[in-house]
């Protein structure tokens, strides 16, 4: 009798994976996003961008999860933390009085976030 786990049923299997993983991902960006704007006491229209970037130089963590929001007049906020997003709790965001310090110098001269 032949099996039914055959190429098919391989390529459904990664595909469900694939969108459990997918799902996951989205309420980890998602939980962080909402902890950021209660943190930081931003308004329900306030930007926040959560995302993940790889980084490939010696002694980075292979994976970061970067957090950028824009507070009054515009001004932009960026921190990161060293882990995944899905391994972040609330307790990894700076502390509320903290929120000068991540302002970002828009004349810096850095390309990136």
Known sequence: MRSREGPVGIGV??????????????????????WTRERFALGCDATILVTEVACGLPGCPPIETVIVFWSENETRHQFKLFKPVGEVVADDL????????LVVDENA???CC
Do not use: D, H, I, Q
């Open 13 to 34: 299997r990664m595909l469900r994976s694939r969108s459990n993983a997918g799902v996951a991902r989205t309420g980890a960006l998602e939980r962080v996003r909402e």
């Open 94 to 101: 700076p502390p509320a009085w903290l929120k000068p310090a």
């Open 109 to 111: 001269g850095f390309e």
